[in-house]
Nanobody, 120 residues
Framework: QVQLVQSGGGLVQSGGSLRLSCAASGSIVAINDMAWYRQRPGRQREFVARVQHSGAANLAESMKGRFAISRDNSEKTVYLQMFSLEPEDTAVYYC??????????????WGQGTQVNIST
């Protein structure tokens, strides 16, 4: 059984910063890519950023320069640092990880979601 537990959301003023964390636990053999997605009100879930095991990262175009993704492989944790937040960044943010567990191949797992609210 694998769990992805998220933390770090909340309410922040426009222009502010937040850091989200997502820690994986369970019968984990290896973790491939880790990523963040978000779902804004009334919209479909969208890709935010992905980081490979090596640390190589890519971000959605609209997040470049404002968001940064990183991971700590020893802690099985992925982070999303968000700067210059705008009201349009208000969303539920989800982490995602491609994880190999004991006796199984790689599968995708999702965190529980973290609400981020940006006020004007």
């Amino acid at each position: 059984q694998v769990q992805l537990v998220q933390s770090g959301g909340g309410l922040v003023q426009s222009g502010g910063s937040l850091r989200l964390s997502c820690a994986a636990s369970g019968s984990i053999v290896a973790i491939n890519d880790m990523a963040w997605y978000r779902q804004r009100p009334g919209r479909q879930r969208e890709f935010v950023a992905r980081v490979q095991h090596s640390g190589a990262a890519n971000l959605a175009e609209s997040m470049k320069g404002r968001f940064a993704i990183s991971r700590d492989n020893s802690e099985k944790t992925v982070y999303l640092q968000m700067f210059s937040l705008e009201p349009e960044d208000t969303a539920v943010y989800y982490c995602n990880a491609n994880i190999r567990t004991v006796g199984r191949g790689y599968e995708n797992y999702w965190g529980q979601g973290t609400q981020v609210n940006i006020s004007t």
